[in-house]
């Protein structure tokens, strides 16, 4: 056990300062929550205070930058010289889900960057002629692409469902790029033959659409659909989540991107073998078919109402982490943890930075 003096819970510490005093200067109404935690091997016990949902509903601006084969938008926020931390969303929705947690962390001293996933909000590909592809090994190469573009040598990761996926993959692939990393629903790498392998029927009930879009009627349906249809999954997945129509409103205008439709329905398609990856990936794809252990320090996040991934007591995949692990509950949360739990998120970002 660490003394509460030690280094790291020294900077922890400071951090917890300098958010808290952020805090209070821009929200005046907290709630109370709580989340219980099954330590894999390390665990400890603090309560948290959850920024009332909505405190924000907007970034300042959005950048562009050439990175790879996209020029991406990004929001930005907190001092030039802070350590990154890269907030990654998932599907369906977009930077918005961060919109509470990255003014936390730019109080706290970091440098947070949001991107909009390939397809997503602002971001547009370079070349028409560029594969619109949806496999998971690209939208890390996005990520690391746009790190490359702002001369980000290394980041703290943080997100959920795509987001985490892809945070995983960086972590586990390319660990001199990330210094920590903070993962709702665990570990997410795929691997396309355990894909192949059908799950009990009340889980692939929570996949339906991955089917749906797996055919030609559920493509041009989700066209015609895309906003009540990302209304029905956000309402499906996270059951406790009271968001309003203005919340949803601000995050639906990024599925009117020119490649959102191809990119989603290829991701779902690919990972049911359904498309092709493309071949000059291969390679990528064959390192994350073989479930690489992940070396950087993680603390893994399930919501308890989350509709669509369980919560776990995160021994499953305790083993696919080799660093320091914690693994956490969070109450009430569904699977947009970070919009639906800011606070929680927040702190599990500042935390696992302490363990770096």
């Known amino acids: 056990m660490e003394n509460d003096n030690t280094p790291q819970q020294n900077k922890y510490d400071r951090r917890r300062f300098l958010y808290t005093a952020g805090i209070a200067l821009a929200a005046s109404e907290l709630l109370h929550t709580g989340y219980a935690e099954a330590g894999t091997k390390s665990a400890s016990t603090t309560d948290i205070q959850l920024v009332k949902k909505g405190n924000h509903t907007s970034f300042d601006s959005i950048k562009q930058i050439d990175a790879g084969v996209l020029n991406i938008g990004y929001a930005e926020a907190g001092p030039a010289n802070g350590t990154v931390v890269m907030l990654l969303h998932g599907w369906p929705y977009d930077i918005h889900s961060f919109v509470d947690v990255a003014p936390l962390l ?14 997503h909000g602002t971001t547009r590909f370079l070349s028409e002629e560029t594969f619109r592809n949806g496999q998971q090994s690209v939208v890390a190469l996005d990520i690391i692409a746009l790190m490359d573009a702002l001369k980000i040598k290394k980041a703290i990761f943080a997100g959920y469902d795509w987001g985490a996926r892809t945070a995983n993959i960086i972590a586990a692939l390319w660990p001199e790029r990330c210094k920590a990393m903070v993962s709702v629903s665990g570990y997410l790498i795929n691997n396309l033959e355990r894909n192949k392998l059908p799950l009990s029927p009340k889980a692939e009930w929570g996949w339906w659409y991955q089917y749906y879009f797996s055919t030609a009627r559920g ?3 989700y066209e015609a659909n895309r906003h009540d ?5 956000w309402k499906n997945v996270s059951p406790k989540w009271d ?17 959102y439709i191809s990119i989603v329905i290829h991701n779902y398609r690919w990972r049911l073998s359904l498309a092709p ?17 992940i070396k950087v320090p ?21 083993g696919k982490f080799s660093g320091k692990h914690i693994h956490r509950i969070i109450k009430g949360a569904g699977h947009n943890l970070p919009q639906e739990a800011p606070q929680a998120f927040t702190d ?9």
């Not at 730019?106 to 397809?119: D, K, M, T």
């Not at 249809?229 to 999954?233: D, M, S």
């Not at 599990?348 to 770096?356: G, H, L, M, Q, R």
């Open 106 to 119: 730019a109080s706290a001293g970091y440098r947070v960057i949001v991107p909009y996933l390939r397809g």
């Open 229 to 233: 249809f990302g209304k029905l999954i």
């Open 219 to 221: 493509q041009a349906g």
């Open 243 to 259: 968001f309003d129509e203005a919340t949803f409103d601000r995050t639906a205008a990024a599925f009117d991107n020119p490649d």
């Open 348 to 356: 599990a970002i500042i935390e696992v930075d302490s363990y770096a």
């Open 298 to 318: 993680t603390i893994t996040i399930d919501g308890d109402s989350d509709g669509v991934a369980p919560a776990t007591d995160g021994t499953a995949y305790a």
């Open 277 to 293: 990856g493309d071949p000059q990936y291969d390679y990528l794809e064959d390192q994350l078919a073989k479930g690489p252990v």
